[in-house]
């Protein structure tokens, strides 16, 4: 019994090899005998799973990918490792993928929840992945909530977040926070790729409210920018 849990955490070690050279199908083959063996451990069959899971992503094999991952999450010791967020995380972008909006959800907010990493860069993209469901859902609250929670994190794309969320305040007839959050982006990002958007839906939003000489104004600045 000693021998053969030895002999699975060798072919788990050959298949890290593998998969830190980028050799995913070597990686996939001795992640399967490992996860096989007899008396493997249950740390190391569960991060074998899950580094299969991943190998089978990163070769853009979804449906494997998807299928190791749950099954990784399923496994005995997988919420003691490390990479248990990850796939959570990794699932989000499965789904989402496939149009399939509420399970992406449901997996970001489980990465968000089980995340101790503190990475604030993948927290925020998974928040601002959920808030892009909810805005395809057209559940314009929720998104902006979520769109909200991703800048505080990080405001690497905040000015994709503030014009996300102006265009929510639009879709609920809320015009003068539409402009108040377009505004943010016109003053204080001149350089985005979104200002020139921002200032047509503000000249836009002026417009609904009757406010001609605004609208003008702004669309004076489209012009001029």
Not at 15 to 24: L, P, R, S, T, V
Not at 94 to 119: G, P, T, V
Not at 120 to 139: G, L, N, P
């Amino acid at each position: 019994p000693e021998l053969e849990k030895i002999q699975s955490q060798l072919t788990y070690n050959v298949g890290i090899h593998h998969y830190n050279n980028g050799d995913y199908n070597n990686a996939i083959s001795f992640f399967k005998r490992s996860v096989g063996g007899k008396n493997i451990e249950a740390a190391t069959q569960s991060e074998a799973l899950y580094w299969m899971a991943d190998s089978y992503y990163m070769k853009k094999d979804e449906k494997n990918a998807q299928k190791y991952y749950l099954q990784f999450i399923q496994s005995v010791a997988a919420k003691n490792t490390s990479v248990y967020p990850l796939a959570y995380y990794n699932l989000g972008y499965i789904y989402l993928n496939k149009a399939d909006f509420d399970n992406a959800i449901q997996k970001f907010m489980e990465f968000n929840n089980y995340d101790k990493s503190f990475d604030k860069h993948r927290q925020s993209d998974s928040w601002m992945r959920i808030a892009d469901c909810y805005f395809i859902k057209r559940q314009y609250n929720n998104a902006i909530s979520a769109y909200s929670n991703a800048s505080k994190l990080d405001n690497k794309n905040i000015d994709y977040a503030l014009y996300q969320q102006g265009m929510g305040y639009g879709a609920l007839g809320k015009t003068q926070e539409k402009i108040n959050s377009l505004n943010i982006i016109a003053t204080r990002y001149p350089k985005s790729s979104f200002f020139d958007k921002a200032l047509y839906e503000i000249g836009m939003a002026y417009l609904s409210s009757n406010d001609e000489r605004s609208a003008i104004a702004a669309f004076d600045k489209v012009v001029k920018e």
